[in-house]
């Protein structure tokens, strides 16, 4: 009867081979099986091409994002709003210089936006360079008339809809009652007589 083998310590040290090494080569293969990534095989034992990544690592990986862009929220959110508080936007000729006050980040988007309210659209609320249809005969009006009449068709065509299935369904019920009610009153007044005749 064979005895078997027992490594030991003392055996490791005895063929050159540290025991905090061996055990730090087994923590790396867990850590890496259980953290990392792995290949997976075929039936036969063949590397596949794919590459999976474990669900612990998975998990691991979210929580590490999730915290980092917390930290990073935390840390350049204020940097971000004083520099876009503090912004500033010079006016300027296309050679680049000065023209008219330099404005503040909500100055220039006040501006922007009336300039946008106030834009000339075709009937289907483009401008010009959104492709829209500007010839002189065709029907011009500011942005902000059209956004106002599309609101009001839409609220209109909302409550007309509305009206009209409201309407239909008490028409329908009006109609199903009154076919009712006929019925009852023409089985209520049937007569039926009935004979014997003797043979």
Not at 17 to 45: H, L, S
Not at 129 to 140: I, Q, T, V
């Amino acid at each position: 009867m064979s005895e078997k083998m027992c490594i030991t310590p003392e055996l490791l040290k005895a063929i050159g081979i540290e025991p905090a090494t061996i055990r730090d080569q087994v923590i790396d293969a867990i850590v890496g099986r259980a953290m990392g990534k792995y290949a997976t095989t075929d039936d036969d034992g063949w590397d596949t091409g794919y590459v999976n990544e474990t669900e612990l690592a998975k998990h691991v990986h979210a929580h590490i994002d999730k915290v980092a862009a917390a930290r990073f929220t935390e840390m350049i959110g204020p940097v971000a709003e004083s520099v876009i508080s503090n912004a500033t936007f010079p006016e300027t000729n296309r050679y680049g210089e000065p023209k008219g006050p330099t404005l503040t980040l909500k100055e220039k988007l006040e501006e922007r936006a009336k300039l946008y309210l106030a834009e000339d659209v075709d009937t289907n609320g483009r401008a010009a360079w959104e492709g829209g249809d500007m010839n002189y005969n065709r029907p011009k009006t500011p942005r902000s008339v059209h956004l106002i009449r599309e609101h009001f068709r839409y609220t209109m065509q909302t409550a007309v809809e509305a009206m009209m299935k409201e309407a239909n369904q008490q028409i329908a019920g009006g109609i199903e009652k009154a076919v009712k009610d006929s019925l009852d009153a023409i089985l209520a007044n049937l007569k039926i007589d009935t004979k014997v005749s003797a043979r």
